[in-house]
């Protein structure tokens, strides 16, 4: 039904209305005629979604193709990284290559040709390369990375520590605030990334920093804008209730919160978040323990 | 006269001129009279003035004095670090202890008792963390490090890319692209840290991400500010003709772009800036070429 719409107006009326599509995009909802013959596969789905959707399109895709993932998330109970469970529902077919795209890419304005950069990983660097020509153009700036354990995670974390950058901004703090939560948050997530296998320098990049700076700044962020209505004192349910799309960090927050647990990560930003979120611990508490926790060096 | 403005009324008529200075503050134009007994000497002056301010107070201070200097700049044709323009001016003093302080603090919000998070590095870790119990108050919190140069560089090189950011938004360009080139100028600001001596970590923490992000998303930043009038169409030479307080980038994107020169690191960002400052390039250009560069690797 949305998909006859789109086709019929050349537009998505629910998301970026105003966008003219080109005539190259085809419009359809029969997954089979959107993989036929395809050699890359663009997986940009919510990612609770993305175990159904790999487990859906198995059957149907080539054994050579190359699969990119854009979501932004950990599965709840597996912990399990998007790439990840692409690959384990796609394990059967060997030859098919994974790799994932992220960075400061806030689609509002990705669409309207405004410059940006991202990044494409993969384990294997000649397929990020033949991804990054695919993908570049004078507005849209691609680098390659093999870490895709970091890549992935910096997306997929900086959406907790927006939620965090926008109870700031609800409590009325200042741009020293964020600033500081961002910057503490990011060694929060490089924490747990080096235990889970990534590189340090990865969250020094557009995947880590990056997105966190696009993510905790602007206000096309939903993320952002529902720690902005916590820190207002609105409750989650009723924020949940209003927002169509997803913030994906409500749920990421609780898997990161337990992955720190797990593997005794001291995480105090993503500790706030997740009992604001899901203790209901008055936020303004939460800053004042974060400023009063023990004098510590940056680099331990 | 301004000192004794100030003794009177109780604040600085020039500078955040509606806050009342705690009683405990002593006010004075003499040198002498603020240098006599004390224990820690803070050095909070422009960067091109450092150098005249540690010759003068070198007879006058005690042998045993910590002093921490919160200036952000390279000495023009030295390239000196703050730290470095002390040592040498104090190099008789041999016990004297230098240590420097930065972070994202725009002083109109630590004035306001805003929560913020700064960083105080020194040598000797010992000093860092004395001078960390003096500043850590409830809501400024200081973490220590053993990275000078790191945190100096940090302070220092983000004022250029807070330039850069300036005139991407004063050519009215998106969130995506300010972020994306934050974090690429990051890339530059870590690539001439480390041929100087200081550590990557560094350029990840309070006095690296976290200053560049206080300083290209505020509208507190002087540096930002620049920039965007750049990207606006207006002239160098109005722009500073009106500002009173120091834009400290402008000079020190001189000193970055050459110390880049000799030591042969790519930082094309850097390069750019000074393109549009000092041969009045056209800033619409600069954002095209960084663009159009050849596809590359985050990591190399």
Redesign the interface.
């Known amino acids: 039904m949305l998909a006859s719409q789109i086709k019929e107006e050349g537009r998505n009326p629910r998301y970026l209305s105003t966008l003219k599509l080109p005539e190259k995009v085809k419009v359809t909802s029969q997954i089979d005629e959107a993989l036929a013959g395809a050699e890359i596969v663009v997986l940009a789905v919510p990612s609770h979604a993305m175990r159904q959707i790999t487990k859906t399109i198995n059957p149907l895709i080539k054994q050579k193709v190359v699969v990119l993932s854009l979501a932004k998330g950990i599965e709840e109970g597996t912990f399990c990284r998007m790439s990840e469970v692409v690959e384990e529902e796609l394990r059967s077919r060997i030859k098919t290559k994974i790799a994932v795209l992220s960075?400061?890419?806030?689609a509002e304005?990705?669409a309207?040709n405004?410059?940006?950069?991202t990044?494409v990983a993969c384990g294997d660097?000649k397929i990020a390369?033949f991804l990054?020509?695919i993908f570049?153009t004078?507005?849209f700036?691609?680098?390659?990375?093999?870490?895709v354990i970091g890549v992935e995670l910096g997306g997929a974390t900086k959406n907790v520590i927006a939620i965090a950058a926008g109870i700031s901004d609800g409590l009325g703090?200042?741009?020293?605030?964020?600033?500081?939560l961002?910057?503490?948050g990011?060694?929060e997530m490089?924490r747990l990334g080096l235990v889970m296998g990534a590189?340090?320098?990865?969250?020094?990049?557009?995947s880590g920093?990056?997105?966190l700076?696009?993510t905790c700044?602007?206000?096309?962020s939903r993320n952002r804008a529902v720690g902005e209505r916590l820190g207002k004192g609105e409750s989650l349910a009723k924020i949940l209730k209003e927002m169509r799309m997803v913030a994906e960090g409500v749920r990421t927050t609780k898997a990161v919160y337990q992955m720190a647990l797990r593997h005794g990560i001291e995480m105090p930003i993503t500790e706030s978040v997740y009992q604001v979120l899901y203790e209901n611990k008055n936020p303004r508490d939460c800053?004042?323990d974060l400023?009063?926790?023990g004098?510590?060096?940056?680099?331990k």
């Open positions: 960075g400061p890419n806030h304005e990705v309207q405004i410059p940006t950069a990044v660097i390369q990054q020509r570049m004078s507005w700036r691609v680098y390659t990375n093999d870490d703090f200042g741009d020293n605030t964020k600033a500081s961002m910057t503490r990011l060694a490089i590189r340090r320098e990865t969250f020094a990049g557009l920093v990056g997105d700076i696009a700044t602007s206000r096309h800053v004042e400023m009063k926790r004098a510590t060096s940056e680099i």
